[in-house]
């Protein structure tokens, strides 16, 4: 299996306490976790240890995540002059965004697809991490690596994932990744 790594990262701040979407640089990372395809194993990464984060991702033949293009990405480049842009890249929510039109939830996508969904949001992650809960933001920082995976790879295989449609009703959205 090729070196394909599945990521998410969770902040130290909300949007809006860093004055907007347009400052994600200013989030902070909290932590970080990954997942290696070829190995079966998870790694969990702290703000001191962002430089093995992003050695990690620049060893991988691929990266998959799910808008890690617009946030994930973004995070990291407060801590780099690499502009990991050239980074090999599956951006799920960016491919389903262009393919449906809207950009679906996670974890309605885990749930219709799984039938399983996250364990939390990221604004409780950034709440855990305040109160040094680290333990549990890793936790949820890893479900959300798990339940990428779990969808990008059910598309890989199967060539669609599933979503719900307004009225709840499961649909097939095809992918190519």
């Known amino acids: 299996m090729r070196n394909i790594v599945a990521f998410d990262v969770e902040t130290q701040y909300l949007a809006d306490e860093v004055g907007g979407w347009g400052n994600i ?3 902070g990372l909290a932590v970080a976790v990954t ?3 070829a190995e079966d194993v ?3 990464y702290t703000e001191e240890q962002v430089g093995d984060l992003i050695a990690a991702l620049r060893e991988a033949d691929l990266v998959v995540g799910y808008n890690v293009l617009r946030f994930d990405y973004e995070v990291l480049r407060a801590y780099t002059d690499d502009p990991l842009a ?3 890249t599956v951006d799920m929510m960016r491919d389903l965004h262009q393919t449906l039109g809207w950009r679906p939830k996670l974890d309605g996508l885990a749930a219709a697809t799984l039938g399983e969904g996250k364990s939390a949001d990221g604004i409780q992650a950034v709440h855990w991490f305040r109160a040094g ?3 549990q933001v890793i936790a949820y920082c890893r479900k ?3 339940v990428t995976w779990g969808v990008y790879d059910f598309g ?3 060539g669609y994932v599933q979503y719900h449609d307004r009225r ?9 990744w």
């Open 25 to 27: 640089r200013g989030m």
């Open 168 to 176: 709840r009703r499961v649909r097939k959205v095809p992918v190519r």
């Open 86 to 88: 050239d980074l090999p």
């Open 156 to 158: 890989r295989q199967n």
């Open 42 to 44: 998870y790694r969990d």
């Open 35 to 37: 997942y290696h395809a």
């Open 144 to 146: 959300d690596v798990e």
């Open 133 to 135: 809960k680290l333990d």
